[in-house]
């Protein structure tokens, strides 16, 4: 399958040391398999700092049967478990190679914050989480494995 990381560089070799604590899926090198989605992203990261805005593209097998997966299907109660724990700064990721599900929306820690205070329940933090659009994160947490899973296949400049 093709994938896609949004960056202001270009990433012929994926490093997970660059990776920011406290994700959704915890420090990782992230992808989708949305183009829009990564056009995002790369605008985003060359706003905030500086750069031009790319879209990298890499080539990731469609079996991954042989590392271990963690996959939430929906945004239900065991993803928003998920991610607030990686937000806590929860190091539970370690436990797996790659991580698949939802992007929470950009209001994340505003609303991880009031189901943490206890002022909205499980059902309303999940409600407010809920992605309008089509998204998906792939997060390969596992450095070791990064070459065997992601190809570096092209790269394009988002204006």
């Not at 560089?9 to 992808?31: E, H, M």
């Not at 992203?41 to 963690?70: H, I, Q, T």
């Not at 990686?86 to 436990?95: F, T």
């Amino acid at each position: 399958m093709i994938v896609y990381h949004g960056a202001n560089r270009i990433v012929q070799n994926p490093d997970i040391s660059f990776s920011k604590a406290f994700l959704d899926f915890g420090k990782g090198f992230y992808v989708t398999s949305f183009k829009k989605q990564a056009e995002k992203w790369a605008l985003r990261k060359a706003m905030r700092y500086g750069g031009l805005a790319f879209v990298n593209v890499f080539e990731m097998p469609d079996d991954l049967s042989l590392y271990k997966v963690l996959k939430f299907d929906s945004e239900d109660e065991n993803w928003l478990e998920f991610v607030c724990e990686c937000r806590r700064g929860s190091e539970s990721y370690k436990n797996y190679d790659i991580i698949i599900g939802k992007v929470a929306n950009d209001d994340v820690f505003k609303t991880v914050n009031m189901y943490f205070q206890g002022l909205w329940d499980k059902h309303k933090t999940l409600e407010e989480l809920r992605y309008s659009q089509a998204n998906n994160q792939i997060c390969v947490v596992n450095g070791e494995i990064i070459a065997e899973v992601l190809k570096f296949k092209d790269f394009y400049e988002v204006n």
